[in-house]
């Protein structure tokens, strides 16, 4: 009787399941492989494009002077704030590191444009900074406000006696 008690409770897996299965973890497998080298022949491509973008408006700016320069600059700082309006630090992040960069190599490190994007980076990290952590307050007040909903529907259930 023991045995029969047993094999009862022990799941039987068909070879049908059994391959699908497995057939799932390999697509998932490819899919992820496929996203992972698409992702970075997309990253590869955008910082290529960023080097020669970068790097043409250096050439130009040694022949054509300080104007194709501070055009570029200009060009980063709006992008940086246009980042910023939508919300996304790390692209603003991203465009104020390329002009803090590219104004160091054409001017200097201790030019006035150079300190003043220096600060602005650093005013991006704190706003950065102070996002996260009301994301995390945000994340505690919900855990704590569904905490409550569940005590009251306890104190609900408790008191019907249910």
């Not at 709006?78 to 991203?94: C, F, R, V």
């Not at 160091?104 to 003043?116: F, H, I, L, N």
């Not at 602005?120 to 307050?137: D, H, Y």
Request: glycine share 6%; no cysteine; proline share 1%.
């Amino acid at each position: 009787m023991k045995k029969e008690l047993a094999s009862e409770k022990q799941s039987k897996f068909s070879p049908d399941e059994v391959a699908s299965n497995e057939a799932n973890s390999a697509s998932d497998a490819l899919f992820e492989e496929f996203s992972r080298g698409a992702k970075e022949l997309f990253r590869g491509g955008l910082q290529l494009t960023e080097r020669v973008h970068d790097g043409s408006a250096a050439f130009f700016s040694a022949f054509l002077g300080e104007k194709a320069a501070e055009n570029h600059t200009r060009n980063l700082e709006k992008q940086a704030a246009e980042a910023l309006k939508h919300g996304n630090t790390e692209a603003a992040k991203h465009f104020l590191k390329r002009d803090l960069s590219f104004t160091g190599w054409t001017q200097s490190q201790d030019d006035e444009d150079t300190v003043r994007l220096q600060k602005e980076l650093k005013a991006v990290e704190l706003v950065e900074r102070q996002r996260g952590k009301e994301k995390s307050a945000e994340q505690k007040a919900a855990h704590s406000h569904k905490s409550n909903e569940m005590s009251v529907h306890l104190a609900k259930l408790m008191i019907t006696g249910a």
